[in-house]
């Protein structure tokens, strides 16, 4: 079971980035993304389920916007208006659909100046 993601970068104050992870070895109910700060607790950022249902961690409601293509098998995360306090490294999140266990992609790092 693999989940593979890219996209993470620098971006200035107000720029946007696309996060995409792609998923193999099973399928799963739940994706999505948390971060994690230098010195912070993993955090949520967005979640997808099977049947579309989303949650955003409140500080990211409004402009983050994640969304999930199921024949691809891949959960993307579009990011506008990022802010510094959004720099971290970003985690592909799934929970497989038989065996429960959540799997982890290994993190992309967003760095956002000021």
């Known amino acids: 079971v693999q989940l593979q993601a890219s996209g993470g970068g620098l971006v200035q104050a107000g720029g946007s980035l696309r996060l995409s992870c792609v998923a193999s070895g099973a399928s799963f109910s739940i994706m999505g993304w948390y971060r994690q700060a230098p010195g912070n607790q993993r955090e949520l950022v967005a979640t997808?389920?099977?049947?579309?249902?989303?949650n955003y961690g409140d500080s990211v409601k409004g402009r983050f916007a994640i969304s999930r293509d199921y024949a691809k098998k891949t959960v993307d995360l579009q990011m506008n208006s990022l802010k510094p306090e959004d720099t971290a490294a970003y985690y592909c999140?799934?929970?497989?659909?038989?065996?429960?266990?959540?799997?982890w992609g290994q993190g992309t790092q967003v760095t956002v100046s000021s």
């Open positions: 997808i389920t099977s049947s579309d249902s989303i």
């Open positions: 999140y799934g929970r497989a659909v038989i065996s429960n266990r959540v799997h």
